[in-house]
């Protein structure tokens, strides 16, 4: 039985590098039996986390706030594997992506926290102009501790500026690789 994926992408561009990195990570995932399910996190009402500590994960909606969340927080907790996609934005994270990832928050309030551990896994895919990925690594390197999430890889695919830029660059194919090694 293959894994429960769920990719949170954070680009703006819903054609653009991120969403090709994507593409092709799927492709991989899916040739071996796993199901993937993709958030494009910019298409989303998705609010800042308001620090209220407020959550609950025992609720079907875990955070106090009514917004698109809903649809990612049962995703989130019944998968095997989050993949975080984003474009490179000020040698981080893109906003989209923070501001779902900082409310899935709520997943570890109340109860038994449903985020850190559970056996879970992450990989990293990104597109940037530059090839300055040193302090979303370090970013990712810790955020991998706290959770207690097995790190799969990343795929870091710089020098890529225009929607598509990335096309026939050899990250397409490590992104693939990467989807088919999650057995």
């Known amino acids: 039985m293959g894994k429960k994926i769920v990719i949170l992408n954070g680009s703006p561009r819903k054609k653009g590098n991120t969403a090709l990195l994507c593409s092709y990570f799927t492709r991989g995932a899916q040739e071996i ?9 910019n298409g989303m009402n998705i609010h800042g986390c308001l620090g209220c500590c407020g959550g609950d994960n025992s609720r079907e ?6 917004d698109d969340m809903a649809q990612i927080y049962p995703a989130v907790k019944a998968s095997d594997v989050v993949v975080l996609a984003s474009p490179l934005y000020y040698w981080n994270l893109s906003g989209q ?19 850190r ?9 990104m597109a940037a102009e530059g090839n ?3 302090d979303v690594l370090g970013y990712y390197k810790h955020l991998m501790g706290h959770l207690k999430w097995k790190n799969l890889g990343h795929v870091l695919a710089g020098g ?4 598509g830029e990335i096309a ?13 090694s999650i057995i």
């Open 33 to 41: 039996g796993n199901e993937v399910t993709e958030f494009y996190l």
């Open 61 to 66: 909606c875990p955070c106090v706030q009514k």
């Open 97 to 115: 992506l923070r501001t779902c990832f900082d409310r899935l928050f709520a997943l570890e309030e109340g109860g038994d926290n449903l985020l």
């Open 117 to 125: 551990g559970n056996g879970r896994a992450c990989a990293l895919l």
């Open 132 to 134: 300055e990925f040193e």
């Open 160 to 163: 890529n500026w225009e929607a």
């Open 168 to 180: 026939g660059k050899p990250e397409l194919q490590s992104a693939y690789e990467l989807g088919k």
